[in-house]
Nanobody
């Protein structure tokens, strides 16, 4: 299985971006999916997660400004980010718990997409 993020870019403070994370490959099922971010010089931090059933969790510092969603028919997850701040500048990566026939269950990661918020 592969995870590919897209939708990052450069945006002014107060602007919006929508990230996507698409799962491809020999996938039997995609369980929980998550967004993480890592700013320069900082540790990777949790942003949001969504289960296959739609249960959602947000990190406190993004709550109210981001919306996570997924389309199970497309094995794709989204992150709508509004009211972006310079502090949101980071590489955003997605992770998913994948079930592959003949392989089992494992966590897969994407390569990340850069989000830069200018003042």
């Amino acid at each position: 299985a592969q995870l590919v993020e897209s939708g990052g870019g450069l945006v002014q403070a107060g602007g919006a971006l929508k990230l996507s994370c698409a799962v491809s490959g020999n996938v039997f099922r995609v369980n929980a999916m998550r967004w993480f971010r890592q700013a320069p010089g900082k540790q990777r931090e949790f942003v949001a997660s969504i289960t296959s059933g739609g249960r959602i969790t947000y990190a406190d510092d993004v709550k109210g400004r981001v919306t996570i969603s997924r389309d199970n028919t497309k094995n794709t997850m989204y992150l709508q980010m509004d009211s972006l701040e310079p502090g949101d500048t980071a590489v955003y990566s997605c992770s998913a718990q994948i079930v592959e026939e003949g392989v089992g269950t494992f966590d897969a990661w994407g390569q990340g997409t850069q989000v830069t918020v200018s003042t």
